[in-house]
């Protein structure tokens, strides 16, 4: 049998090792022995998680429906202080330990608490029992006040152990509930303090978790600051929507009101209450809570939000049958989420004491059941911001296809030159700094643009005509556009969110096209295109539009150029004499024009106007409006586009 387990025979017990060797800790001193088996470690975050532990029993108290209020001062010296207006922790003796009151079984028991029955408490985020104990354990002198039954009792603890009997300290007219002052242990901490933003955020937070609760805030006024104030009510009746709003000001998202509701679980099982909306630009966050504890791992409440988001999307694309629905996946459907998730269920696991992730399997499927419906009903109600989502959700599908099956090339180094597109007329200098890129449409305009630039920094690709709407266009002829691959090759960077602007060859993207309608319309196609793929391109400031001449004006040697037809006739005005004769030319397009003058009047760097494309920060909804309504697959939304300013035409500019 030995040889099984190795080959070799009974050892010998390890000299000086015997029964004697074997410790055994009692009490609390578990705790203080090996504080991170319990709260993670000694760091900042398990201070905080001290606090969080008491807060949360409080909040337990306002879930139940037996507090509306908590008070949550934190003081000089590194004392915190949190007080409810609940039941009040038991204080009569305890039927196990009859020489013991409730109150210091619970303060000095691990595993002991009101939770684990489910009488006291129907759903609560606190089932380990260690809570309380814990931050007593850890803390250099705790002081609890119980009132309860109009009397008030007092008692306080070093270190774990009680330091005081309970004290009857007499009767209290208006006021019940419990209150714990608790100093943590710098044997344990070291010199780390609380910090005022970290626990006035928590702080808000719940109050946001729970709109029943009112959490009245106080600091001393020499920890208070700009965004910590030294006294404060949180209270948020509209509760996790108010909490997203606040999350997402100031950002543009895809429909216009978030998706929010509020439900209870079948069979009294709980409830749950959920904001969310998805942003137009940036990555979205998925905050998810348990019981009112933050879930930052996520667990299985957020599996079940993702499964009704995904299939409620697929489904819809399935009744508007739109066939590439099929292709959205989890990732697609939450990249842009910024969503709030917030669940309440009877005796929930969680992975760890420190509760980072819910592990409660019921949870998938109560939260997905509860979801999916309301989801459905949401977007069938409002079909039209519906279809804005699911082309939002499909062009994510798209661009994460065609990052899988793209094939990027990184810019030249010193050891291998890249392959560029034919067609591009490269600049000599190595870096970006000064170096321009000139999209020039035609291989007409292109020859002139070539003999017209300057070779050390200027680079010239031309286009071939139109180039692909990519708002309106699959993904499959993104892959398939030649004009787009030779444009996004050049540049070297890649395109959506594998944007590396590390990469980028050129400091200027400059847009130049014939200065007529056709030349406009080409320009606001790929200023689509770098809109909607190289955004961040365009937040820098690195794209531009070239302002060629429409026409030259000249006579008795003095030649102007004019911009456009009003900019002619106020030249015309200006700088000639009303009978002197003007020779007027316009000029048909960059292609025709000489390669001198393409440089005087449009690449000339000293000569020259550029206007820098930006995108409004203060208004990116609009924008985003206004290019899917231009630019998008709807139609319907440029005929109105059109129909509410057509007033604007006169008629000259009609006949023009």
């Known amino acids: 049998m030995?040889?099984?387990?190795?080959?070799?025979?009974?050892?010998?017990a390890a000299p000086g090792y015997s029964a004697a060797?074997?410790?055994v800790l009692e009490g609390l001193e578990p705790v203080r022995r090996r504080p991170g088996m319990y709260i993670g470690g000694t760091d900042e975050n398990a201070l905080h998680h001290l606090a969080a532990e008491i807060i949360d029993n409080a909040m337990d108290e306002a879930v139940a429906g037996h507090a509306d209020t908590i008070w949550v001062t934190l003081e000089a010296g590194n004392w915190l202080c949190v007080r409810d207006n609940g039941r009040g922790i038991p204080v009569d003796p305890h039927p196990k330990f009859p020489k013991q009151s409730a109150l210091e079984v619970i303060l000095t028991t691990l595993h002991s608490g009101g939770k684990f029955g489910g009488k006291a408490y129907a759903t609560s985020g606190g089932l380990h029992g260690v809570g309380s104990s814990?931050?007593?354990?850890?803390a250099e002198r705790m002081e609890v006040e119980v009132a309860r039954d109009r009397t008030l009792f007092t008692q306080a603890y070093e270190r774990g152990k009680p330091v005081t009997k309970l004290k009857n300290a007499g009767a209290v007219q208006n006021r019940r509930g419990t209150q714990i002052r608790f100093k943590p242990d710098p044997e344990i901490f070291g010199a780390l303090p609380f910090r005022p933003e970290r626990l006035f955020r928590f702080c808000r937070s719940k109050a946001y978790l729970f709109k029943g609760v009112e959490i009245r805030w106080a600091c001393d006024a020499s920890l208070a600051s700009d965004t910590v104030p030294a006294d404060t009510t949180l209270h948020f009746p509209g509760g996790l929507n108010d909490f997203l709003g606040a999350a997402i000001e100031g950002k543009a998202t895809v429909v216009p009101a978030p998706w929010t509701g509020d439900m209870?679980?079948?069979?009294d099982q709980g409830r749950v209450e959920w904001a969310m909306t998805w942003l137009d630009q940036g990555e979205g966050f998925q905050n998810t809570y348990a019981n009112t504890i933050p879930t930052p791992q996520g667990g299985t409440h957020e599996a079940g939000m993702r499964a009704a988001v995904v299939k409620g999307l697929r489904a819809y694309g399935e009744l508007k049958k739109e066939k590439r629905a099929a292709t959205i996946t989890a990732e697609d459907a939450l990249a842009g989420l910024a969503g709030m998730l917030s669940v309440f269920i009877r005796n929930p696991q969680f992975q760890g004491q420190t509760k980072d992730r819910l592990t409660s399997q019921e949870a998938a499927k109560l939260v997905e059941g509860a979801l999916r419906d309301h989801f459905d009903h949401w977007l069938t109600g409002d079909m039209a911001n519906a279809d804005n989502l699911l082309a939002f959700c499909i062009e994510r599908a798209e661009e994460r296809i065609r990052r899988r099956e793209q094939k990027e090339t990184p810019r030249k180094s010193a050891t291998r030159k890249l392959r560029l597109p034919g067609k591009l007329a490269d600049c000599a200098r190595e870096g970006i700094e000064g170096t321009e890129l000139f999209l020039v449409e035609g291989d007409s305009a292109g020859g002139s643009a070539k003999q017209a630039r300057d070779r050390e920094t200027q680079a010239v690709l031309p286009l071939r005509g139109k180039i692909l709407n990519v708002a309106s266009a699959s993904a499959d002829k993104l892959r398939a556009n030649q004009e787009l691959k030779d444009l996004v090759e050049a540049l070297g960077c890649g395109v959506g969110d594998r944007f590396d602007g590390t990469r980028l060859r050129y400091g200027r993207v400059i847009i130049m096209t014939d200065a007529d309608v056709d030349g406009a319309h080409i320009a606001a196609l790929l200023m689509t295109f770098f809109y909607q793929e190289l955004r961040k391109l365009?937040?820098?400031?690195?794209?531009y539009l070239a302002q060629p001449p429409l026409y030259r004006l000249q006579a008795s040697g003095k030649s102007i150029?004019?911009?456009d037809d009003a900019d002619k006739e106020r030249i015309l005005k200006r700088e000639f004499k009303a009978n002197q004769k003007v020779e007027i030319s316009r000029f048909k397009g960059l292609g025709e024009m000489p390669p001198a003058l393409l440089k005087e009047t449009t690449m000339d760097q000293k000569r020259r106007k550029l206007?820098?494309?930006v995108l409004p920060a203060e208004d990116r909804a609009a924008t985003s409006t206004r290019v899917d309504a231009l630019m998008g697959r709807r139609p319907e939304l440029r005929f109105k586009f059109i129909q509410d300013n057509a007033s604007l035409l006169d008629a000259e500019a009609l006949d023009a």
């Open 134 to 138: 814990v931050v007593n354990a850890l």
């Open 2 to 12: 030995n040889d099984l387990f190795g080959g070799r025979g009974p050892q010998k």
């Open 21 to 23: 060797d074997i410790e």
């Open 538 to 543: 365009v937040d820098d400031g690195r794209l």
């Open 264 to 267: 209870p679980f079948p069979e």
């Open 611 to 613: 206007l820098r494309v």
């Open 561 to 563: 150029y004019a911009m």
